[in-house]
């Protein structure tokens, strides 16, 4: 479901629930009242038509009108969410969606004679155009004139989307039934998914789906899933409410057959719209086509060079401008250099504390009794039983899990008995949904899993110490590597318990795992008195790439920078409880001086940016075990200095995921969208003596503000 789709239909079904024109002064021949045309627009009327490049097609577009049922439709669906977002009166408001709703007829009749005199369209001319719109009037002549410049999949697609945003606002409707009537046996925290979950292509479309309003079976819904609850009963309630909230606004008459829901005069006016949207996104993509055309090598090039020499000189002269780029980088935003090494990213994986065992460090007495209050001898004895679960156990009830049983790559630890994944839509890469980036999904959930989809799911995790966390993290990334199928692999190199790291960095071991927590009070301290935060690092270890770490394909599918990365992702979204670090770009920044992490994370963290990417270590704090990754760093070449770690290469910008890709279509993406927008804003500019608005025709609904 396209969360777009969905935002809308919630706004909608708050809008229809609500008495928004109370106060109006409406006419009591309402149909009438609101077929009044609020304003004229005729682009070839406009004093620049003749000069224009569309002279010749004069007579082909008539003249377009804007109806007050239009306006009231717009303030319903998008105007009345604004007034309350912004605080703007009724007067402001109702004159936005005029002006609006003004441009979008100049624009769209701009976009028609475009099309028309557009030689790479040879279906679309003056004479088609005549014959489809012949005899029609009103809205159904709306429909044939926009329908005209779509073909079958624009149409579909359109038809769809407006089908979908009806469905999502009775979805919206009916959950208010499903509130009172449906009981919820376990209230559980809900786990935030991976960003891109069940994100639908943006031209696919299911010929099949229908409305479902209770009155028709769901069956014949191909595509439609009802909430869990849902019966033919609430729907027809949540129908009914729809229907009660478009009588309330007046975009239905009394005559209308409101057992079609397709026929009515308000689905046709939404579908209107989206045909408006898919005409305008057509030209934009003629736009974009041209446009790109014009981007050559040597462009991009000097792109680079200037965006590179221009961070060089604003970070070399402040280390909080280049920090702020870090944290705000993207997959549109890059940090092409540094003033200095071993700045990174780490994944943190926190895996806390229980609330006893917080109460307990806060109970326990201090090291020395100093006034700093280190509890570290302490803190040691309660880490041993620290246990971590998988935080996945909500994603069930929200019907994500799919038995992977027989999923031949699916990740099961030593037990059997693990079989279920997450995702499956989004991770088949199919027809319907965008195959969500960076999160590998073959990590099963780590737990006992009773029941069914049909009945419903019981779960309970297994509970792990740190040590079977590093067991399973290390075992899965080892396992994924067969899923590198860009470039050579890696491997996972055979980590170890540390005693301590020296200044030079290199890592002490320590006998086994036991040592860590038979060590005495001194052996956190340096002679001097001060903490020696590299007693704190519990575990290190380190994935080595074959070919050595390539920043430029991190986000290549089967590279093995990626399979990593989305592998401890996966793994972060499984465990983690430090819920801030989930859908992170590539996760927590770490600068080389002081931070704001508690020490023994920023200790850590800056060891394994020094390291680079692939290191990793475990280490406590107060707060419990934090497993910290590094997932891409600026290493020091041999003098010291930051190593650039990106390359931009001409012939890599169709290789989807490398550095020359993104940054191939942030740059072309920046000059469509310059392009389109003041395209988009000449024509209007250009034409908009062509409008006549009517301001006493909706005088009504503009001084609602004014009070009686």
Same mark, same amino acid.
């Given at each position: 479901?396209?969360?777009?789709?969905?935002?809308?239909?919630?706004?909608?079904?708050?809008?229809?629930?609500?008495?928004?024109?109370?106060?109006?002064?409406?006419?009591?021949?309402?149909?009438?009242?609101?077929?009044?045309?609020?304003?004229?627009?005729?682009?070839?009327?406009?004093?620049?038509?003749?000069?224009?490049?569309?002279?010749?097609?004069?007579?082909?577009?008539?003249?377009?009108?804007?109806?007050?049922?239009?306006?009231?439709?717009?303030?319903?669906?998008?105007?009345?969410?604004?007034?309350?977002?912004?605080?703007?009166?009724?007067?402001?408001?109702?004159n936005m969606i005029s002006e609006t709703l003004v441009n979008r007829q100049i624009y769209m009749q701009y976009?028609?004679?475009?099309?028309?005199?557009?030689?790479?369209?040879?279906?679309?001319?003056?004479?088609?155009?005549?014959?489809?719109?012949?005899?029609?009037?009103?809205?159904?002549?709306?429909?044939?004139?926009?329908?005209?410049?779509?073909?079958?999949?624009?149409?579909?697609?359109?038809?769809?989307?407006?089908?979908?945003?009806?469905?999502?606002?009775?979805?919206?409707?009916?959950?208010?039934?499903?509130?009172?009537?449906?009981?919820?046996?376990?209230?559980?925290?809900?786990?935030?998914?991976?960003?891109?979950?069940?994100? %639908?292509? @943006?031209?696919?479309?299911? &010929? =099949?789906?229908?409305?479902?309003?209770?009155? /028709? !079976?769901?069956?014949?819904?191909? +595509?439609?899933?009802?909430?869990d609850g849902s019966t033919p009963t609430t729907r027809r309630n949540a129908y009914g409410m729809f229907l009660?909230?478009?009588?309330?606004?007046?975009?239905?008459?009394?005559?209308?057959?409101?057992?079609?829901?397709?026929?009515?005069?308000?689905?046709?006016?939404?579908?209107?719209?989206?045909?408006?949207?898919?005409?305008?996104?057509?030209?934009?993509?003629?736009?974009?086509?041209?446009?790109?055309?014009?981007?050559?090598?040597?462009?991009?090039?000097?792109?680079?060079?200037?965006?590179?020499?221009?961070?060089?000189?604003?970070?070399?002269?402040?280390?909080? %401008?280049? @920090?702020?780029?870090?944290? &705000? =980088?993207?997959?549109?935003?890059?940090?092409? /250099? !540094?003033?200095?090494?071993?700045? +990174?990213?780490?994944?943190?994986?926190?895996?806390?504390?229980?609330?006893?065992?917080?109460?307990?460090?806060?109970?326990?007495?201090?090291?020395?009794?100093?006034?700093?209050?280190?509890?570290?001898?302490?803190?040691?004895?309660?880490?041993?039983?620290?246990?971590?679960?998988?935080?996945?156990?909500?994603?069930?009830?929200?019907?994500?899990?799919?038995?992977?049983?027989?999923?031949?790559?699916?990740?099961?630890?030593?037990?059997?008995?693990?079989?279920?994944?997450?995702?499956?839509?989004?991770?088949?890469?199919?027809?319907?949904?965008?195959?969500?980036?960076?999160?590998?999904?073959?990590?099963?959930?780590?737990?006992?899993?009773?029941?069914?989809?049909?009945?419903?799911?019981?779960?309970?995790?297994?509970?792990?110490?740190?040590d079977d966390f590093i067991a399973e993290m290390e075992g899965y990334l080892t396992a994924s590597a067969s899923?590198?199928?860009?470039?050579?692999?890696?491997?996972?190199?055979?980590?170890?318990?540390?005693?301590?790291?020296?200044?030079?960095?290199?890592?002490?071991?320590?006998?086994?795992?036991?040592?860590?927590?038979?060590?005495?009070?001194?052996?956190?301290?340096?002679?001097?008195?001060?903490?020696?935060?590299?007693?704190?690092?519990?575990?290190?270890?380190?994935?080595?790439?074959?070919?050595?770490?390539?920043?430029?394909?991190?986000?290549?599918?089967?590279?093995?920078?990626?399979?990593?990365?989305?592998?401890?992702?996966?793994?972060?979204?499984?465990?983690?409880?430090?819920?801030?670090?989930?859908?992170?770009?590539?996760?927590?920044?770490?600068?080389?001086?002081?931070?704001?992490?508690?020490?023994?994370?920023?200790?850590?963290?800056?060891?394994?940016?020094?390291?680079?990417?692939?290191?990793?270590?475990?280490?406590?704090?107060?707060?419990?075990?934090?497993?910290?990754?590094?997932?891409?760093?600026?290493?020091?070449?041999?003098?010291?200095?930051?190593?650039?770690?990106?390359?931009?290469?001409?012939?890599?910008?169709?290789?989807?995921?490398?550095?020359?890709?993104?940054?191939?279509?942030?740059?072309?993406?920046?000059?469509?969208?310059?392009?389109?927008?003041?395209?988009?804003?000449?024509?209007?500019?250009?034409?908009?003596?062509?409008?006549?608005?009517?301001?006493?025709?909706?005088?009504?609904?503009?001084?609602?503000?004014?009070?009686?």
């Amino acid at each position: 479901m396209r969360k777009t789709a969905k935002v809308a239909a919630v706004a909608l079904a708050a809008a229809l629930g609500t008495t928004l024109l109370a106060g109006c002064d409406i006419s009591t021949n309402v149909g009438k009242d609101y077929a009044q045309t609020i304003a004229e627009v005729n682009i070839t009327k406009s004093e620049n038509f003749a000069d224009s490049e569309y002279a010749a097609y004069g007579d082909v577009i008539g003249t377009g009108v804007v109806t007050k049922r239009d306006m009231v439709a717009y303030f319903v669906s998008t105007g009345y969410s604004m007034m309350q977002t912004y605080g703007w009166t009724y007067y402001d408001t109702f004159n936005m969606i005029s002006e609006t709703l003004v441009n979008r007829q100049i624009y769209m009749q701009y976009a028609m004679l475009y099309l028309i005199a557009d030689e790479s369209e040879p279906d679309i001319t003056a004479d088609g155009y005549r014959a489809a719109v012949e005899g029609l009037t009103g809205l159904d002549r709306r429909l044939a004139s926009l329908a005209y410049f779509l073909d079958d999949d624009e149409k579909a697609l359109a038809l769809y989307s407006t089908r979908q945003i009806v469905n999502n606002t009775l979805d919206s409707q009916e959950s208010q039934f499903l509130d009172s009537e449906h009981v919820h046996e376990d209230e559980t925290t809900v786990r935030t998914t991976p960003t891109g979950i069940d994100t %639908e292509k @943006e031209d696919y479309y299911n &010929e =099949a789906y229908r409305i479902y309003t209770g009155s /028709n !079976a769901l069956a014949e819904c191909v +595509g439609y899933e009802a909430q869990d609850g849902s019966t033919p009963t609430t729907r027809r309630n949540a129908y009914g409410m729809f229907l009660a909230g478009l009588r309330a606004n007046n975009l239905i008459s009394s005559d209308e057959d409101v057992s079609k829901v397709e026929n009515l005069s308000y689905f046709k006016t939404e579908l209107a719209t989206f045909y408006e949207s898919a005409i305008i996104d057509k030209l934009t993509d003629k736009i974009e086509e041209s446009i790109r055309a014009t981007a050559t090598e040597e462009d991009i090039v000097k792109e680079y060079n200037e965006e590179y020499i221009k961070q060089q000189n604003a970070f070399a002269d402040d280390a909080e %401008e280049f @920090e702020t780029a870090l944290d &705000e =980088a993207s997959d549109t935003s890059f940090v092409l /250099n !540094a003033p200095e090494a071993n700045y +990174g990213y780490v994944v943190n994986i926190l895996i806390p504390f229980s609330a006893s065992q917080s109460a307990q460090l806060e109970n326990s007495p201090a090291d020395y009794g100093d006034k700093k209050g280190n509890k570290f001898l302490q803190r040691a004895a309660l880490l041993r039983d620290v246990r971590g679960t998988d935080q996945r156990g909500s994603w069930f009830d929200e019907e994500y899990a799919f038995d992977a049983s027989e999923k031949t790559d699916a990740y099961k630890g030593s037990d059997d008995e693990r079989g279920y994944l997450f995702f499956e839509d989004s991770l088949n890469g199919g027809k319907q949904y965008e195959r969500v980036a960076n999160y590998l999904g073959n990590y099963t959930y780590n737990g006992a899993v009773r029941g069914n989809e049909e009945d419903g799911y019981t779960v309970r995790p297994t509970r792990v110490s740190i040590d079977d966390f590093i067991a399973e993290m290390e075992g899965y990334l080892t396992a994924s590597a067969s899923s590198v199928t860009a470039g050579n692999g890696y491997t996972v190199a055979e980590g170890v318990y540390v005693n301590g790291i020296g200044a030079d960095d290199t890592v002490t071991a320590a006998a086994d795992n036991t040592a860590y927590y038979s060590r005495s009070v001194s052996d956190y301290y340096t002679e001097t008195g001060a903490v020696d935060y590299s007693k704190f690092i519990y575990y290190a270890g380190k994935v080595e790439f074959a070919d050595g770490f390539d920043a430029n394909k991190l986000f290549v599918e089967g590279s093995a920078e990626n399979v990593t990365y989305s592998a401890i992702n996966e793994l972060s979204f499984a465990y983690n409880t430090d819920t801030a670090g989930l859908n992170d770009h590539l996760g927590y920044v770490i600068s080389t001086g002081k931070t704001d992490f508690v020490p023994e994370f920023e200790y850590a963290g800056q060891y394994v940016c020094r390291q680079g990417a692939g290191s990793y270590v475990v280490v406590p704090s107060d707060y419990g075990w934090h497993i910290i990754y590094c997932t891409f760093s600026f290493v020091a070449d041999e003098e010291g200095n930051a190593i650039d770690p990106y390359t931009f290469n001409w012939e890599e910008r169709s290789e989807e995921g490398t550095f020359s890709y993104l940054f191939y279509e942030a740059y072309c993406d920046e000059l469509v969208s310059e392009y389109a927008t003041l395209r988009q804003s000449n024509a209007i500019e250009k034409f908009k003596d062509a409008a006549v608005v009517y301001e006493d025709v909706y005088a009504d609904l503009s001084g609602l503000d004014v009070e009686d």
